[in-house]
């Protein structure tokens, strides 16, 4: 299954269970305690990390699916990008971006 599949699977699930559809600001809210749960899951070394970045992942494509936006097409650009730019450490060690996008 592939990103925008999976979008629009979520979706569908979201709208067939009467799930949130239109409050954005409550989707980032939501997303955010997932991050928190996923954190936890990795931090105990539970189980249950795998399916907890899952549903992180859900939330995300839910945001961008109230915004009509194609996450798929948005990742690929992204990583794109990601790839073209360079980056030379700092004294300190820290990776500085040396490249314009």
């Known amino acids: 299954m592939d990103i925008r599949e999976s979008q629009k699977l979520a ?6 269970k009467g799930f949130n559809t239109t409050d954005i600001p409550l989707e980032f809210g939501l997303l955010t305690a ?4 996923a954190f936890t899951a ?3 070394g539970l ?3 795998g399916e907890e970045l899952a549903d992180v ?3 995300l494509a839910a945001v961008a699916e109230m915004n009509n936006i194609d996450l798929a097409t ?3 650009q992204k990583i794109h990008k990601n790839h073209e730019r360079v980056y030379q450490r ?3 060690g820290v990776p500085i971006r040396v490249s314009s996008d």
């Open 42 to 44: 990795w931090r105990k």
């Open 11 to 16: 979706w569908a699930n979201k709208v067939a």
């Open 34 to 37: 997932e991050v928190g749960e």
């Open 90 to 92: 700092n004294h300190n």
């Open 74 to 76: 948005e990742v690929e």
């Open 47 to 49: 189980p249950d990390f």
């Open 57 to 59: 992942f859900l939330y």
